[in-house]
């Protein structure tokens, strides 16, 4: 199969059909609504980037947004098309469109024979939208943090209590080579469409690792089908030019040719053609590789990046437990005794009970910097399993905690336009206002004395991942965490018998005395993290 370039003055005068003329205005309208970001917030956010003090998530960002004509909200004609619906809308907005610009150039009588130029740089503009948002989406693969290794917490967790997504997410955090080949699929298709001769292999690498991806979060009902259909969609048409090559050649096994147009550029504009590719590549492939790499090992942004206590990591049975000095011995069916608990790596305590929770459907992704909002471990996680963040007064041996679940959820990818469904957010918004405060408020949580040895959170990582993003992030959210509603507790921690026993001694979420006492327990997986693990806490 062969190439051939149509940018000879001969070949410009081809003559388009009706139907294909007016199917390119209709494409052209479509491609282009869904392909140049609608959203103000994310020019807002473009604007407020420091571009001296990157995070990953700048750029990620930029690289991820979702634009289209939405009419109906999650609701075209009756039908409920969840994500999907802004496709369907675009498109009728698009037809209605093209018409009207159909007749209105016959009506001006100057309905053009060709549209190859325009193609062209329509093209262009879908090539890098696909291109940028893929190479996004596969770093977070690529260096493995998007689908993290479980926590002690969820490997203590059985089997039945976790949702289909779930299970499936942990299925390629526990095989991160995996991941690894994923990630590379991903960006190495996306850094082929930005190159003209390159944009078939691309795109059919795209067509088929992404529409595998669609059909995974189908079938586990996963979070994030209608973004990968994006890129199908993006893909399929990209392939547009060589359906019919590709069929002569694999199917009736005849010799066929591609006809492209590529323009003729002065020296000049070629010039910049070029350097802004080469600007396109060092910042979104080689500047957004060392970010992602920064995140990482130092932020991951799934799991906290407070370094837990040391003397306390680790898998524990309870084997006492004594609430208000009353003991309750082991009994499987107490909705109240703690079951099992765990500190991990990070700044969390987590414990079942044999009661049923609320369950946080997510999958623990967005863009939050506070530990607390980062809720892998507890999304798609029931069986009673709870989970803490907590500040550790080492030098009075206290801890002080806070769940990290909550009712309404943070706004995840808002400059991307998924800022969640209105009317369930508007629900949840009613419940808590039903819900009763925490017995412990945020005020009398922390002495003010206390306060101050956690007043530096925000530098709680390395100086390297100390960007201005997060440095803005703890601003905005200190304030928000105000109003949040959640159950906190404090806690005294001893650690005796040479480690393998920790005693906790405080008062829990509603102002009852707990004593409880943990016994070190060494759990013998048959699955190794491996030396590909996010996070430094050290």
Same mark, same amino acid.
């Given at each position: 199969?062969?190439?051939?370039?149509?940018?000879?003055?001969?070949?410009?005068?081809?003559?388009?059909?009706?139907?294909? *003329?007016?199917?390119?205005?209709?494409?052209?309208?479509?491609?282009?609504?869904?392909?140049?970001?609608?959203?103000?917030?994310?020019? !807002?956010?473009?604007?407020?980037?420091?571009?001296?003090?990157?995070?990953?998530?700048?750029?990620?960002?930029?690289?991820?947004?979702?634009?289209?004509?939405?009419?109906?909200?999650?609701?075209?004609?009756?039908?409920?098309?969840?994500?999907?619906?802004?496709?369907?809308?675009?498109?009728?907005?698009?037809?209605?469109?093209?018409?009207?610009?159909?007749?209105?150039?016959?009506?001006?009588?100057?309905?053009?024979?060709?549209?190859?130029?325009?193609?062209?740089?329509?093209?262009?503009?879908?090539?890098? *939208?696909?291109?940028?948002?893929?190479?996004?989406?596969?770093?977070?693969?690529?260096?493995?943090?998007?689908?993290?290794?479980?926590?002690?917490?969820?490997?203590?967790?059985?089997?039945?209590?976790?949702?289909?997504?779930?299970?499936?997410?942990?299925?390629?955090?526990?095989?991160?080579?995996?991941?690894?080949?994923?990630?590379?699929?991903?960006?190495?298709?996306?850094?082929?469409?930005?190159?003209?001769?390159?944009?078939?292999?691309?795109?059919?690498?795209?067509?088929?690792?992404?529409?595998?991806?669609?059909?995974?979060?189908?079938?586990?009902?996963?979070?994030?089908?209608?973004?990968?259909?994006?890129?199908?969609?993006?893909?399929?048409?990209?392939?547009?030019?060589?359906?019919?090559?590709?069929?002569?050649?694999?199917?009736?096994?005849?010799?066929?040719?591609?006809?492209?147009?590529?323009?003729?550029?002065?020296?000049?504009? %070629?010039?910049?053609?070029?350097?802004?590719?080469?600007?396109?590549?060092?910042?979104?492939?080689?500047?957004?590789?060392?970010?992602?790499?920064?995140?990482?090992?130092?932020?991951?942004?799934?799991?906290?990046?407070?370094?837990?206590? !040391?003397?306390?990591?680790?898998?524990? %049975?309870?084997?006492?437990?004594?609430?208000?000095?009353?003991?309750?011995?082991? %009994?499987?069916?107490?909705?109240?005794?703690?079951?099992?608990?765990?500190?991990?790596?990070?700044?969390?305590?987590?414990?079942?009970?044999?009661?049923?929770?609320?369950?946080?459907?997510?999958?623990?992704?967005?863009?939050?910097?506070?530990?607390?909002?980062?809720?892998?471990?507890?999304?798609?996680?029931?069986?009673?399993?709870?989970?803490?963040?907590?500040?550790?007064?080492?030098?009075?041996?206290?801890?002080?905690?806070?769940?990290?679940?909550?009712?309404?959820?943070?706004?995840?990818?808002?400059?991307?336009?998924?800022?969640?469904?209105?009317?369930?957010?508007?629900?949840?918004?009613?419940?808590?206002?039903?819900?009763?405060?925490?017995?412990?408020?945020?005020?009398?949580?922390?002495?003010?004395?206390?306060?101050? !040895?956690?007043?530096?959170?925000?530098?709680?990582?390395?100086?390297?991942?100390?960007?201005?993003?997060?440095?803005?992030?703890?601003?905005?959210?200190?304030?928000?965490?105000?109003?949040?509603?959640?159950?906190?507790?404090?806690?005294?921690?001893?650690?005796?018998?040479?480690?393998?026993?920790?005693?906790?001694?405080?008062?829990?979420?509603?102002?009852?005395?707990?004593?409880?006492?943990?016994?070190?327990?060494?759990?013998?997986? !048959?699955?190794?993290?491996?030396?590909?693990?996010?996070?430094?806490?050290?």
């Amino acid at each position: 199969m062969s190439v051939v370039n149509l940018s000879k003055e001969e070949n410009l005068n081809r003559h388009w059909t009706t139907f294909q *003329r007016i199917g390119f205005r209709v494409s052209f309208l479509f491609f282009i609504i869904i392909s140049i970001p609608n959203n103000p917030l994310w020019y !807002k956010h473009v604007a407020a980037i420091d571009w001296l003090n990157l995070d990953y998530r700048d750029l990620y960002d930029i690289c991820r947004f979702g634009s289209g004509v939405n009419w109906f909200g999650q609701t075209t004609f009756g039908y409920r098309l969840e994500g999907y619906s802004i496709w369907v809308n675009t498109f009728f907005f698009s037809v209605i469109a093209g018409l009207l610009w159909t007749l209105l150039l016959r009506i001006l009588k100057k309905d053009r024979t060709e549209y190859n130029r325009l193609f062209y740089w329509l093209n262009v503009v879908v090539r890098y *939208r696909a291109g940028l948002g893929i190479i996004g989406f596969g770093f977070t693969k690529l260096l493995p943090v998007q689908m993290p290794y479980p926590s002690l917490g969820i490997l203590d967790t059985d089997y039945g209590d976790l949702t289909a997504q779930k299970i499936f997410w942990l299925s390629f955090g526990i095989v991160p080579w995996y991941q690894i080949f994923a990630g590379v699929l991903e960006v190495t298709a996306g850094t082929l469409l930005f190159f003209r001769r390159t944009v078939a292999i691309g795109s059919a690498l795209l067509v088929g690792a992404l529409g595998a991806i669609v059909v995974v979060n189908f079938a586990y009902d996963g979070g994030v089908h209608v973004y990968s259909s994006y890129f199908v969609l993006l893909s399929l048409f990209l392939l547009v030019p060589y359906y019919v090559p590709f069929y002569k050649l694999f199917v009736k096994e005849i010799p066929s040719r591609v006809s492209l147009f590529f323009p003729l550029f002065s020296t000049g504009l %070629n010039y910049v053609r070029l350097g802004l590719k080469a600007l396109i590549i060092f910042v979104f492939v080689g500047v957004f590789f060392y970010l992602q790499y920064l995140d990482f090992r130092y932020d991951p942004y799934k799991q906290p990046s407070s370094a837990g206590v !040391k003397e306390l990591r680790g898998n524990y %049975n309870v084997t006492e437990f004594r609430l208000n000095g009353q003991l309750r011995p082991f %009994n499987p069916y107490d909705t109240i005794r703690w079951q099992s608990a765990t500190f991990e790596n990070w700044s969390t305590l987590t414990f079942r009970l044999n009661k049923p929770l609320k369950l946080d459907l997510s999958n623990g992704g967005g863009d939050p910097k506070r530990d607390v909002n980062r809720t892998f471990e507890i999304s798609g996680v029931a069986g009673g399993q709870r989970a803490f963040h907590y500040y550790a007064d080492t030098d009075n041996r206290t801890l002080y905690l806070e769940d990290k679940f909550k009712l309404i959820p943070d706004q995840r990818n808002v400059t991307a336009g998924e800022g969640g469904d209105g009317g369930v957010r508007n629900y949840l918004k009613t419940l808590e206002e039903k819900s009763e405060a925490p017995a412990i408020s945020l005020t009398e949580w922390i002495p003010d004395s206390i306060k101050t !040895k956690f007043s530096n959170e925000v530098d709680d990582v390395h100086n390297k991942a100390r960007t201005t993003r997060r440095i803005r992030e703890f601003a905005k959210s200190d304030a928000l965490a105000k109003n949040e509603i959640r159950q906190r507790f404090v806690v005294r921690y001893q650690v005796v018998d040479a480690g393998n026993r920790v005693v906790l001694e405080g008062i829990d979420e509603n102002r009852d005395s707990i004593y409880v006492v943990l016994d070190r327990v060494k759990k013998d997986y !048959k699955l190794s993290p491996g030396k590909l693990v996010a996070g430094q806490y050290d």
